[in-house]
């Protein structure tokens, strides 16, 4: 019986975690990669492991997602997925992956919500007069690139209004907020995190923002969903995925340590952020990944857009 007891204990699996695990960022230091530090250190002390931050540039983000469905399904390599990751999978039929077969949902972390954002010289207070205005003389708009997420936010818009509106791409958040801020361009959808300090200081007008819900970052501001375009929804989110076949009971203690860290001061730094928290079990995150893809897909076809 001894022996037994030897023998049993000496091939037994160490408890997960027993070692570091890493995430895998689609993007260089200092864009997402900020919440998933912030959320991760709070995990690793619950957790007694590290998560060790890998970013992984390139290609727009498929460098980084191909690595994570090539990785070995222990739960030691997980992917910090964002909007993008659904916006490439929609544009890409040809990835060396597929984003929702070769991925399991561990979690929602939250969203940073975009903002429909005017020059103060544009005569409109509301979702509801720029519709109107858009209606009678088609404005240009501006986006943080051709084929972003901003690009086809504005295009959802666009879709869902019946208005038709010219593109201005721009080299990212910065230089279509100070093209905004110029009166180069009139409109646009901007990120919170990107244009609210604009919109407070009064160099840019806020009209509604693109989340269901108000956002915890400017409460009194209405969705534009509830001000005529039912249920308008888009922003950049952010959540925590795995290779095909990660064990169950790993995914689970992710999920769990993830809503737990969601709890702490770790919940304040990432609200401060813009992002508003939506803390979700793996199935919904899965869904709405599914969902991401699909409501992408229809509008990248319908408005002819091309990757860029």
């Known amino acids: 019986m001894v022996l037994a007891a030897v023998s049993a204990s000496s091939t037994a699996q ?64 997980t992917l910090f997925a964002t909007a993008s990751f659904a916006v490439t999978a929609a544009f890409n039929k040809n990835l060396p992956y597929d984003s929702i077969k070769d991925f399991d949902s561990i979690g929602f972390i939250g969203s940073q919500p975009f903002l429909l954002v005017v020059h103060p010289s544009v005569q409109a207070n509301s979702v509801k007069d720029f519709i109107a205005l858009s209606k009678a003389k088609p404005l240009n708009y501006g986006s943080t690139g051709g084929g972003g997420i901003g690009h086809l936010t504005h295009e959802l818009f666009n879709y869902q209004t019946g208005i038709k509106a010219t593109h201005v791409p721009y080299k990212g958040t910065g230089p279509i907020v100070t093209a905004l801020i110029a009166g180069e361009v009139p409109s646009g959808m901007v990120n919170i995190s990107g244009a609210w300090g604009h919109v407070r200081g009064g160099r840019l007008r806020a009209l509604g923002v693109a989340s269901l819900k108000r956002t915890a970052t400017a409460p009194d501001l209405p969705t534009i969903s509830e001000s ?81």
């Open 14 to 77: 160490p408890s997960y975690p027993n070692r570091p695990i890493r995430v895998v960022i689609q993007f260089a230091p200092g864009g997402s990669d900020v919440v998933a530090r912030i959320l991760t250190n709070k995990m690793s002390e619950s957790l007694g492991q590290p998560f060790v931050i890998d970013n992984r540039p390139g290609a727009a983000g498929v460098i980084g997602a191909n690595i994570v469905a090539k990785a070995a399904p222990d739960g030691y390599t």
């Open 228 to 308: 005529g375009v039912p249920g308008f929804e888009s922003g950049t989110w952010y959540g925590l995925t795995a290779p095909r076949g990660t064990a169950t009971s790993a995914i689970a203690l992710l999920n769990r340590e993830m809503a737990a860290a969601l709890k702490t001061d770790a919940r304040e730094k990432i609200v401060g952020l813009g992002v508003d928290i939506a803390a979700s079990t793996p199935s919904e995150f899965s869904a709405y990944m599914r969902a991401e893809v699909a409501k992408w897909s229809k509008i990248i076809k319908v408005a002819g857009i091309t990757d860029g």
